[in-house]
């Protein structure tokens, strides 16, 4: 009787619980930034290569950084019922773009040259590749970004060090679930940019100018 009674109440509990902590659809706010574009043309072609996070190809004459990433933070969904609390994720405001994109240019090439505005022109392709991928593949974003938030289940904490370390946990496990999404991102992103980065277009670019 005594175990019988035991899982009544087990069962009781779990019920209040469930009810008492029942899942939210969290608010997403996605802002999108263009970054600063910032133009460096005090260095030499072998000290920006250093600053490349990838490999620079021996044809190059100039060189876009542009890393699309997320960042942002989180509003918790908090529910007490005496000295339980549940908490979950009430609100994402994120941000997907770049703070700046730095474009290299040789300093051999001076601005007013021909070569200065080859390269320079080049390199704003890239730029533009960079900043218009965001609203081309911002509806993937966001649907990764809905599918991750529902897989989050609101729990049932003691404790406000203990609320804050799940509500953590949750946001990381937000922004972990859409980095596989960033990366394609910046992979088709690199596929872009290498169809004017190829020996022939390279061939193209310097028989514009004749002082390379």
Not at 6 to 34: G, K, M, V, Y
Not at 94 to 122: M, R
Not at 141 to 153: G, M, P, S
Request: charged share 25%; with cysteine; net charge positive.
């Amino acid at each position: 009787m005594k175990l019988y009674y035991t899982l009544l109440l087990s069962l009781f509990l779990s019920s209040n619980a469930s009810a008492f902590c029942e899942a939210q659809t969290p608010r997403i706010i996605l802002d999108a930034e263009t970054g600063v574009v910032r133009y460096i043309t005090h260095l030499s072609k072998n000290e920006f290569a250093k600053r490349s996070p990838v490999p620079v190809s021996p044809n190059t004459l100039g060189l876009t950084v542009a890393k699309l990433n997320m960042t942002g933070t989180g509003i918790p969904y908090l529910k007490q019922n005496g000295m339980r609390a549940c908490v979950g994720i009430s609100e994402l405001r994120l941000k997907i773009g770049y703070d700046t994109l730095d474009v290299f240019i040789d300093k051999k090439y001076k601005p007013g040259s021909c070569e200065y505005a080859v390269v320079k022109e080049h390199e704003n392709y890239h730029v533009r590749v960079s900043q218009e991928a965001m609203t081309f593949f911002r509806p993937d974003i966001e649907k990764a970004l809905n599918k991750a938030v529902q897989k989050i289940k609101p729990q049932v904490v003691v404790g406000q060090a203990e609320a804050q370390a799940v509500f953590q946990r949750q946001f990381n496990q937000v922004m972990r679930d859409v980095q596989p999404v960033l990366e394609h991102i910046n992979k088709k992103i690199a596929e872009k940019n290498y169809e004017i980065d190829t020996p022939e277009s390279y061939r193209k670019t310097t028989a514009l100018c004749q002082n390379w």
